[in-house]
């Protein structure tokens, strides 16, 4: 778990979207992004903790850390080589 905020390219909002919509989300923005951005996702969903690592790992994107900020979960993914 992080201490606070990474440096990001760009920033997802998913906030008041739940299981598994935050996920679809990221996908979806991932897809448009360069091989080596960071993506921050913003959720209030406490699932997304244990979702967005796992995801990474099987779609092999860099799963960089988390913090919790006021109520929301702040996640971080950094885009590696690979074909969503």
Not at 50 to 62: F, I, R, T, V
Not at 68 to 78: F, N, T
Request: charged share 25%; net charge negative.
């Amino acid at each position: 778990m992080l201490t606070g905020p990474v440096e990001a390219d760009h920033s997802l909002d998913t906030t008041g979207l739940y299981c598994p919509i935050p996920v679809v989300k990221t996908a979806e923005k991932m897809k448009t992004l360069p091989v080596g951005a960071v993506l921050e996702v913003i959720s209030d969903d406490g699932g997304i903790e244990a979702d967005l690592p796992a995801w990474c790992q099987g779609y092999g994107h860099e799963f960089l850390g988390s913090f919790h900020d006021g109520g929301r979960w702040r996640l971080y993914v950094k885009k590696n080589d690979v074909d969503l």
